[in-house]
């Protein structure tokens, strides 16, 4: 009997990091989000987010790569969004994606730092934040994605 469990730290940005999600309904996009991941199998620790990115806890079965993981979220998330009128504003997600494995040790951690995005955010922006993670795993400012 085989086992597996792939935790993954999941951020992705709106189109042009514009602030697209309004604060007052950002609940309802993860709840159109968790659907998504309960449909691929997945398991939510954690979702939250600013108006212009979001960041995901998330168990992925081995049955599924991460890269076609997150397409599903995006896409089926932005159709949706498309047509909400409490999202007027909206015009997708931002091409690519930042994942970062990490082990169950680290998933109180992890899902605390998520719960205090908006206070977080108040002393760092998300581009020096993530150009830090970068950094922090072995990745060269240098590399094609690296935000700039």
């Not at 600013?50 to 599924?64: G, S, Y």
């Not at 909206?90 to 719960?115: H, L, P, R």
């Amino acid at each position: 009997m085989s086992f597996y469990k792939f935790t993954y730290h999941i951020v992705f940005a709106t189109n042009k990091r514009e602030k697209t999600i309004p604060i007052e309904y950002e609940r309802e996009l993860y709840s159109i989000i968790h659907h998504i991941i309960k449909k691929n199998e997945g398991h939510l620790y954690r979702i939250n987010g600013m108006p212009d990115h979001i960041h995901i806890l998330v168990d992925i079965p081995a049955t599924i790569s991460v890269s076609n993981f997150i397409k599903a979220i995006k896409r089926e998330s932005s159709y949706l969004l498309k047509t909400n009128s409490h999202f007027p504003k909206w015009n997708g997600w931002q091409e690519g994606y930042g994942a970062f494995t990490y082990s169950i040790n680290d998933i109180q951690v992890i899902k605390q730092y998520i719960i205090n995005q908006k206070e977080h955010h108040q002393t760092i922006s998300f581009i020096d934040e993530y150009r830090q993670w970068l950094i922090e795993m072995g990745v060269s400012p240098d590399e094609p994605y690296f935000p700039k």
